[in-house]
T-cell receptor, first 116, second 110 residues
């Protein structure tokens, strides 16, 4: 079974530029998550999709971050404009149904973003 | 107050040692708990779920203490390959939000 795919793996941009990340979850997984992991910290949930609907985006900085999952499969996360403090690893994860409980999340390899 | 708090360590232990990590959570209504392992520059991977009755998987034992609102992970007979960051995860009862701790760094020394 193919895992969660993410691209690009690395990205270096200057502040105030825009950047987009792509994620393709495990086939058949209804729930998709985007996390931000700053060095030395645990992952912080940015947004959670159930199929193509947003379940939770309470921690997404909506003035600069946006995400979509139009067809309920792959997803993009965009930052516009980027700030220095956005430097982090952006992890995408998916789970089968997202019903909480004992659902296992499977993570992609992440995109490492460096904002200069 | 953070949803989940962990001692970041680092824990440096010799091979064969027993080491334990604790993680506290603030929402008493939390229902599901997990330990994830994250190797350096890699993504987190599920290590084990934590059940109310406690559960064991080989050298790893996870326990939940609802009264004191903490979960623990015990690693016996540490191996060099156990060196990693261990993240505790709590799912809030509402909204199915996954809250990660900051992670505890473990280095097993030969």
């Amino acid at each position: 079974e193919a895992g969660v795919a993410q691209s690009p793996r690395y990205k270096i941009i200057e502040k105030r530029q825009s950047v987009a990340f792509w994620c393709n979850p495990i086939s058949g997984h209804a729930t998709l998550y985007w996390y931000q992991q700053i060095l030395g910290q645990g992952p912080k949930l940015l947004i959670q999709f159930q199929n193509n609907g947003v379940v939770d985006d309470s921690q997404l900085p909506k003035d600069r971050f946006s995400a979509e999952r139009l067809k309920g499969v792959d997803s993009t996360l965009k930052i516009q404009p980027a700030k220095l403090e956005d430097s982090a690893v952006y992890l995408c994860a998916s789970s089968h149904s997202g019903g909480g409980g004992r659902e296992t999340q499977y993570f992609g390899p992440g995109t490492r973003l460096l904002v200069l | 107050r953070k949803e989940v708090e962990q001692d970041p360590g680092p824990f440096n232990v010799p091979e064969g040692a027993t080491v334990a990590f604790n993680c506290t959570y603030s929402n008493s209504a939390s229902q599901s708990f997990f330990w994830y392992r994250q190797d350096c520059r890699k993504e987190p991977k599920l290590l084990m779920s934590v059940y109310s009755s406690g559960n064991e998987d080989g050298r790893f034992t996870a326990q939940l203490n609802r009264a004191s609102q903490y979960i623990s992970l015990l690693i016996r007979d540490s191996k060099l390959s156990d060196s990693a960051t261990y993240l505790c995860v709590v799912i809030a009862n509402t909204g199915n939000q996954f809250y990660f701790g900051t992670g505890t760094s473990l280095t097993v020394i030969p």
